[in-house]
Structures are given as C-alpha cells and as structure tokens.
C-alpha cells in the first residue's frame, strides 16, 4: 500500500477485507481523504439549516407581534393628539402642535409596520443605520426611553 503524509489509514476489520469506519465517514475513507473535511462540510450545512429555522420562527414571531405593536402605537398616537387639545384649550398652541407632529410619525410609523414585512422592516433599519449611525442610536435610545416609561405606567 503506498501511504503520503497526511493520508488516513482505517484498519480493515479482518477476513472479509471491509474497513471499518466510524459511522458518518464517506467511501473516500478507502482513498484516504480526511473525514475531517466530510464533518465541516456537513456540520456547516446543518449550521445553515438550523440558522434558517430559526429565522423562520423568529420571523413568524415577529410578525404576529408587530400588529399588536402596531395598535399600542396607536393608541399611544391618540392619547398624545388627545393631550394635544388639552393643551390647546390651555392656550399652549406651540406645544399643541409638537405633540400633533409626535402623534402623526407614530401614525405613519405605525401604518409602515402594519404595511410591511419584517424583514423588509429589518433591511430598512439596517440601510438606515449604515447611512446615519448617530442619529439612529440616537433615536434608538429615545424609543428605549419611551418604551420604558410606557411600561412603567
């Protein structure tokens, strides 16, 4: 038998002149290719497989909950227009319409999140932090606060 460095060499199992193997290893075992490179390959494709399951779930999740999301942002858009009048009848016009502005993105926001795919929604968050990392840490902190105090209540 002519071995080269490097070469795996699986001891046959006696008479019959079969090798014996470890389950899993492939018939280039006998050539003495290593079954190292067989597990690799088949670890990195279950890795796939499972990573694209759970994206799946993750995905279905996430899209069942984006309504309920969708209608809190909602409700938190008509307290605030509501808030909004309330000051206007206090003469408080300039922050009547700060807080007319602030119920109308969350319309819109809301209307997108109804409208669309999350993974659409998680591409756009993605384009949009490449485009300004600032401003949507930023923005990201204040949705944080918000959300936090809405909690709390």
């Not at 699986?10 to 002149?17: E, I, L, Y």
């Amino acid at each position: 038998m002519n071995e080269r460095p490097g070469d795996v060499v699986v001891p046959s199992t006696g008479d019959s002149g079969t090798e014996a193997r470890p389950e899993g290893w492939s018939s280039e075992a006998k050539t003495g290719a290593a079954p190292e490179s067989d597990f690799k390959t088949r670890s990195k494709e279950r890795a796939r497989r499972y990573g694209g399951l759970a994206r799946e779930q993750f995905l279905k999740r996430t899209d069942r909950r984006k309504g309920v999301f969708a209608s809190e942002l909602e409700n938190l858009a008509t307290t605030i227009t509501e808030t909004g009048a309330s000051l206007e009848r206090r003469g408080l016009g300039s922050q009547k319409r700060v807080a007319d502005g602030a119920a109308d993105r969350l319309r819109g926001f809301s209307r997108q999140l109804r409208e669309s795919s999350t993974e659409d929604l998680a591409r756009r968050a993605e384009e949009e932090f490449r485009a300004r990392p600032a401003v949507t840490i930023a923005g990201l902190f204040g949705l944080g606060f918000l959300a936090a105090r809405f909690l709390r209540s």
